[in-house]
C-alpha cells in the first residue's frame, strides 16, 4: 500500500469550497485509490467553526455536538470524552489546533462530504472505482498516542467480515471483522501528521484486501459499522459510568 500525502497552503476560515481544494491539489487519481480528507478542512470549508472565547464555552458546544458525554471532571486530564456520530472522541471532536483561534467542529453531515467528493473526483477522472474518507484522529484505551478514525466513507465497503471463513488450518471463525475504513484512516493520519505539516489530503494506492463499489454507501452499510454500547466487547466498561446525554439526537 502506498500513502502520498499532499500539501497545501494554510486552510482558513477564507476558504469556503473544499471542491476548489480538491482542484488545485488532486491533479490526477488513480482508478482504485483512496482519497483522505481531514474532517477539519471540510468543516472550515462549511464554516463549522466558531471563535473561541473560554473553555466553558468550549464544552458548551461539545454537549450540543454530542450524543453521550463525560463531564471534564471524570477525567485527571480534563478531557470530555464524548460520543459523536457513534465514535468515541474527545470534545465530540472539536478541536483548536489549526484553527487559527476558532474551535473547529465536525462537517455537518461527514457521510454527505464524503457522498458528495466521491462524486465529483468520480466524474471529473472519469472513474469507476474511487474511495473516499473523512478523516479524524482518536484516542485508544490503554495505549499513548493518537491513530486515525474514518468518521464517513464511500466508495468501498467498510468492513470485511471473516465470520465463517477457515483460519490457516481450518477452524472456522466466529468474531472476527476488519474495519478497512479505520484502518486506512490510520495509515493516513501518520502520513497527513498531526502538527503543521500542512497535508490535509492523502492518495491511498495499491490497496489490498479492499472491495470498491461504484455508489455511496447503503444505510444498512453505514449501520453495520456501528455498533450498540450493550453490544461492544467493552460494555461492562462503557456502562458502569453515568453518561450525560448530549443534544445531538
Sequence with gaps: MKVTPVKTYKITRKDNDVFKILDKYITHLPEKSVVAVTSKIVSICEGRIVKKSSEEQKNNLAKKEAEYYLPREFNQYGF???????????????????????????PKDPQKSANSIREYLAKKFKLNHVGIIITDSKLTPLRWGVTGVAIAHSGFRAINSYIGKPDIFGRLMHAEKVNVADALATAAVLE???????????????????????????????????????????SSLLTSVQWQKGNKK
Design 192 to 234: 497527513m501528521g498531526e502538527g503543521n505539516e500542512q497535508q490535509p489530503l492523502a492518495i491511498i494506492e495499491n490497496i489490498g484486501n479492499i472491495r470498491f463499489q461504484k455508489r455511496n454507501p447503503t444505510k444498512k452499510e453505514l449501520d453495520s459499522i456501528k455498533i450498540a454500547i450493550g453490544d461492544d466487547v467493552f
Design 80 to 106: 470530555m470524552i464524548s460520543i459523536n456520530r457513534g465514535i468515541m472522541v474527545a470534545s465530540a471532536g472539536i478541536d483548536e489546533s489549526n484553527g487559527q483561534g476558532y474551535l473547529v467542529l465536525w
